[in-house]
């Protein structure tokens, strides 16, 4: 399993984040939405919605989990085996790329997530895997992020691997959807107010 790496990044960089998202097709920053109660995510057995943008013609929602093991290829050459959570891996991040037309969630496209700790300048990224769990398809990976603070996000999906109808020729350019999200004492206090 490809692991996310922890690098030094400044505040600047969730800027550049944003705008590189906004260049990619979502409309705008998102809005914040406080939440009533905290909630722990990395004990959390469903996904936490952390926001859902519009972007490149489809939906993009982001949530965090509990993180776990997964089930999938490993090693090389690459056999099934049980990928097992590492004492660091707090949650499982889910993207879920949609297509608003058929309510479908879209499958073969490589998803990256990238998120910067805002308080603190360090930086995650990684390579979503494609899965298959409780809530059906999705990406995702286990990550500990990068501690509480305030975190700019940013997920990509690329242009899905299937072939198209010629009447229904869309998705041709990556999209990427940014995220607003809040740990306090390991707990999301704030989150992306979900775009229809």
Known sequence: MRKPVLLAATVIGASVLFAAAIAA?????????????PVDASKAEHGVLVGRASAGGMLIQLELEFGHGMWMLMGSPAKWMEHRQLPDELYHVEVKPIDPKSKTRIPYADVTFEAINK??????????????????????????????????ATVTVGVPTFARDLDD?????PATGIFHFKLAGGKLTEVSEPED
């Open 25 to 37: 097709g979502q409309s705008s920053e998102p809005k914040v939405k406080v939440l009533a109660t």
């Open 169 to 173: 020729i869309r998705w041709m350019e």
């Open 119 to 152: 308080d603190t300048g360090k930086k995650v990224k990684g390579s979503l895997h494609p899965m298959w769990g409780g809530s059906g398809l999705h990406y995702a990976f286990n990550s500990g992020l990068a501690g509480d603070g305030t975190y700019a």
